[in-house]
């Protein structure tokens, strides 16, 4: 072997050598590079993740919010309806009240409806001459009731 082969030799090994301290030199910083990459993966799916539970909470408390303002929504119709059914309902009392007593008016002062003011003044003089107190036959009380029910049936024959 001569001095020539030998260098060559030499020359080669140190090149390998050199090369082969690259390569590994390549290999750490790749898997250093991996590493961090894996790292920021990592932590943006953990912030990821967070970001997911606080907007999972979000939504929770506002469908919560959703929830009680729909009962109160409900609690507020349901008693505006019941207002209203007890409002009908004594209107509808009232009506029948009113009714009855027209009715019994009518039938005392001997009137049919529709009436007019001079038709009622005609039963009321006509009744007042039968049912007078100082007449025979005749009664203070069914009297007291003509004329009620006169002014009652006169001010619904003005409207």
Known sequence: MSSDDFIFICLLVSAMTYGLYYLIRLF???EKQSKEKRQMFEESLKKSEREYEELKERHR???????????EIHNQFEEMRRRTEEAHRRAYQQATEVGRILNNDMKLLEVKYPFTIKQLSSQRRKLSLKYHPDLEGGS???MKEINESYDRLKK???Q
Do not use: G, L, Y
């Open 140 to 142: 203070e009380k069914k």
């Open 156 to 158: 619904i024959a003005k």
């Open 28 to 30: 750490v910083f790749m």
């Open 61 to 71: 408390q506002r469908h919560e919010e959703f929830m009680r303002f729909q009962e």
